[in-house]
């Protein structure tokens, strides 16, 4: 399966996506890409709580629909990613990563040996339900989209070695997250919010790492796409 968001990033586009969770359904999809000007989708399955039949529906509208999915989730456990990517989506992103050992597992997790450990089965979408060899699953496996949020205090304090972590494609900066980590709850805009994106924007240019953002309004959003997100 093509990887909407690898292409999108390589071609140097802005890579736009929406997110659906305790609304998903697979008309929203659709309306999303009648409406035009999106790339792709995230499954919030951190807060919803979404189910793996409910991914499935999701990936398979979106590659209907000509988009990319990602599901971002809590960092849980391995087979939670296993069950995520057999759905069919491109990619995961964990919310609340706090470390560079916890960001270099988690990529573990999502890729097959030797970068990984991630269990192998070939009856889900991305082993076309057992017609795709085990092997070119594996390598085809290398392709998954992983994100990392930033959304804490620890984790802008390990950030320089978060963005090292090989085979991390993104650092997504939580705003709401941060802004009360940072202590000013409710208030995204804080020069103290702005100073930590500004840090991720920095270091992820150094690294060579994307980065991204739920912006808090289209100034916000204009301010980020200048800092390069």
């Not at 071609?11 to 999106?38: D, K, N, W």
């Not at 939670?80 to 759905?87: C, G, I, M, Y």
Request: negative net charge.
């Amino acid at each position: 399966m093509s990887n909407h968001f690898r292409t999108t990033l390589a071609a140097g586009q802005t890579l736009r996506v929406f997110s659906l969770g305790r609304m998903c359904h697979p008309v929203a999809i659709e309306m999303f890409a009648q409406a035009g000007g999106y790339h792709g989708l995230w499954l919030d399955q951190e807060h919803a709580g979404l189910t793996a039949e409910q991914n499935l529906v999701a990936a398979i509208t979106a590659r209907a629909n000509g988009f990319g999915s990602l599901v971002r989730m809590p960092f849980t456990h391995p087979s939670l990613v296993s069950q995520n990517l057999e759905s069919g989506v491109e990619g995961v992103m964990a919310a609340r990563i706090n470390s560079a050992e916890q960001a270099d597992e988690f990529v573990r997790w999502c890729r097959f040996a030797p970068r990984g450990f991630r269990g192998m089965n070939t009856q889900g979408a991305d082993g076309h339900y057992s017609r795709r060899p085990a092997k070119l699953q594996a390598e085809e496996a290398r392709e998954t989209f992983v994100g990392a949020q930033i959304e804490s205090r620890a984790a802008l304090d390990d950030l320089d070695a978060i963005a090292a972590v090989p085979d991390l494609d993104m650092l997504f900066i939580g705003p709401a997250d941060l802004s009360q980590e940072l202590g000013v709850l409710g208030q995204p805009d804080h020069p103290r919010v702005w100073e930590a994106i500004e840090r991720v924007a920095a270091v992820c240019k150094n690294s060579g790492k994307i980065w991204g953002i739920v912006p808090f309004g289209a100034a916000s959003a204009e301010r980020c796409l200048d800092l390069g997100c």
